[in-house]
């Protein structure tokens, strides 16, 4: 298994709590500050479009009501997703998968695309976002990582899209059957919520040839342990306190650093 080829420190849905979340918007503000990863999430519009969008129900984050399987991805469109923000972010609109990965090809960003399926539509939104991923980062210098809570959503990606990576993420808590879970979806990697990484655990799983990425890490004191113990991507919503280079001066230890050619 090669070694991590990714970013570091990636900021989690486009540009953390520093943007509205998973907007185009939010994209730009992570590449400008210097970010050469983002993580956003991705559900089904009701007429099956890949949409940038984290919870099922529109109103927390959008200026429309209701479910969003219950509206096509041009009604979508046409909703404010940047205004319950501020102000600077009035008008922006809910992307569509499409425009995020040509702006993340664009500006030289990698991405971890979350697939977030509303309930039962978890094979099919795992299905439409490998697909959708494939063909939209083809020839890319890296491939997304496709992660999901959803066992079942991505073993579809598994089926659509074999060669792209996967990444499981991991709720509450990490269960003694991670290894086989990790093994039965062909993942690269555990993402698992950082509070819950002990450094017995991270050397375990990179002894079983499994990558660590830990999500959401908003305290730098964290960040740094996490990074000591060998944790091999950090996701953050604190996108000023731990920047794009707060990785460069913790040292790379464990499984990736002996698999460094000597």
Same mark, same amino acid.
Not at 195 to 220: E, F, I, K
Not at 234 to 259: E, N, S
């Given at each position: 298994?090669?070694?991590?080829?990714?970013?570091?420190?990636?900021?989690?849905?486009?540009?953390?709590?520093?943007?509205?979340?998973?907007?185009?918007?939010?994209?730009?503000?992570?590449?400008?500050?210097?970010?050469?990863?983002?993580?956003?999430?991705?559900?089904?519009?009701?007429?099956?479009?890949?949409?940038?969008?984290?919870?099922?129900?529109?109103?927390?984050?959008?200026?429309?009501?209701?479910?969003?399987?219950?509206?096509?991805?041009?009604?979508?469109?046409?909703?404010?997703?940047?205004?319950?923000?501020?102000?600077?972010?009035?008008?922006?609109?809910?992307?569509?998968?499409?425009?995020?990965?040509?702006?993340?090809?664009?500006?030289?960003?990698?991405?971890?695309?979350?697939?977030?399926?509303?309930?039962?539509?978890?094979? =099919?939104? !795992?299905?439409?976002? &490998?697909? *959708? @991923?494939?063909?939209?980062?083809?020839?890319?210098? /890296?491939? %997304?990582?496709?992660?999901?809570?959803?066992?079942?959503?991505?073993?579809?990606?598994?089926?659509?899209?074999?060669?792209?990576?996967?990444?499981?993420?991991?709720?509450?808590?990490?269960?003694?059957?991670?290894?086989?879970?990790?093994?039965?979806?062909?993942?690269?990697?555990?993402?698992?919520?950082?509070?819950?990484?002990?450094?017995?655990?991270?050397?375990?799983?990179?002894?079983?040839?499994?990558?660590?990425?830990?999500?959401?890490?908003?305290?730098?004191?964290?960040?740094?342990?996490?990074?000591?113990?060998?944790?091999?991507?950090?996701?953050?919503?604190?996108?000023? =306190?731990? !920047?794009?280079?707060? &990785?460069? *001066? @913790?040292?790379?230890?464990?499984?990736?650093?002996? /698999?460094? %050619?000597?």
């Amino acid at each position: 298994m090669p070694r991590w080829p990714y970013p570091r420190i990636v900021a989690h849905r486009g540009g953390g709590k520093a943007a509205p979340e998973n907007t185009l918007a939010a994209i730009r503000l992570g590449a400008e500050l210097g970010f050469g990863g983002v993580e956003f999430d991705v559900m089904l519009s009701g007429d099956g479009v890949p949409v940038l969008i984290h919870d099922q129900k529109l109103e927390r984050t959008t200026s429309g009501r209701g479910l969003v399987s219950a509206h096509s991805a041009a009604q979508l469109a046409r909703l404010d997703a940047g205004a319950w923000k501020g102000r600077r972010w009035r008008g922006e609109p809910v992307p569509r998968l499409e425009q995020a990965a040509e702006l993340c090809r664009a500006l030289g960003l990698w991405a971890n695309v979350e697939i977030k399926p509303a309930n039962g539509f978890e094979r =099919r939104t !795992g299905e439409a976002v &490998a697909r *959708a @991923a494939r063909a939209l980062w083809q020839g890319a210098p /890296l491939a %997304p990582v496709l992660s999901s809570f959803s066992p079942l959503a991505l073993g579809a990606a598994r089926e659509a899209a074999p060669e792209l990576p996967r990444g499981l993420l991991l709720k509450r808590r990490i269960p003694p059957h991670w290894l086989e879970m990790t093994r039965d979806l062909e993942c690269v990697a555990l993402h698992c919520e950082g509070r819950l990484l002990t450094q017995a655990l991270v050397r375990a799983m990179h002894d079983a040839g499994v990558a660590v990425l830990a999500w959401t890490v908003n305290d730098p004191r964290a960040a740094s342990k996490l990074l000591r113990w060998g944790v091999d991507c950090l996701v953050t919503d604190a996108v000023k =306190r731990i !920047g794009a280079d707060f &990785a460069a *001066a @913790a040292p790379r230890r464990g499984f990736w650093r002996r /698999l460094r %050619p000597k």
